[in-house]
């Protein structure tokens, strides 16, 4: 991984935002939205929780540096099934979490966008120690992060910030094979 990276899993109630440079953890924080911003009219989220995730993001890279990239988590459709299992969908959840995730890229067009593998769901050992809390560490750390602490949102930030790298060479690539492709006069053909 190079540079420094500022990585954000957005979410319609709560949003983890991290700092991480390699494999070093220099700043964390989660944004929780503590209440219905549109009066219960729609999904929750309004103008306020935007307004301070995109604040909370540009002092990220202003702490991070010159040269800090933003990687953002995207968003996937609803399947109706989850870990093999048939659950009722939720869209309401989803499409707070777009809401937000639109928000960021209109304040940040630049940001480097994840695609979703199931971030902040790795090994406990993985993390630094700041992301783990103290009742995760007593039942030890050679087993994979649980979805009930808070800070899940902050592990899955610093996922997302680890594939940022992986995922910005990914997108120059295909830029690169475009233009190549372009200016020797070759078009693809519609799949």
């Known amino acids: 991984m190079t540079g420094t990276w500022v990585g954000v899993a957005p979410g319609g109630r709560s949003t983890g935002i991290v700092i991480r440079r390699d494999h070093d953890l220099l700043g964390w924080m989660i944004l929780d939205r503590t209440d219905d911003e549109d009066e219960g009219r729609s999904i929750g989220v309004g103008a306020p929780t935007i307004q301070a995730v995109n604040a909370a993001i540009t002092t990220a890279l202003g702490t991070a540096g010159p040269g ?39 304040a940040h067009p630049d940001a480097v966008v994840v695609r979703p593998n199931n971030h902040g769901r790795g090994t406990l050992a993985a993390y630094p120690d700041a992301l783990i809390t103290r009742s995760e560490r007593l039942h030890g750390l050679n087993r994979t992060a649980g979805k009930s602490a808070t800070e899940r949102h902050a592990r899955a930030a610093w996922d997302v910030a680890g594939a940022g790298p992986l995922t910005l060479a990914a997108i120059i690539r295909h830029r690169q094979q475009t233009l190549t492709t372009a200016a020797a006069g070759f078009t693809r053909r519609p799949r």
């Open 68 to 106: 800090a990239h933003l990687a953002v988590d995207g968003v996937t459709p609803p399947v109706g099934f989850k870990d093999g299992k048939r659950e009722p969908i939720h869209p309401r959840d989803t499409i707070a979490t777009g809401v937000v995730l639109g928000g960021i890229l209109a």
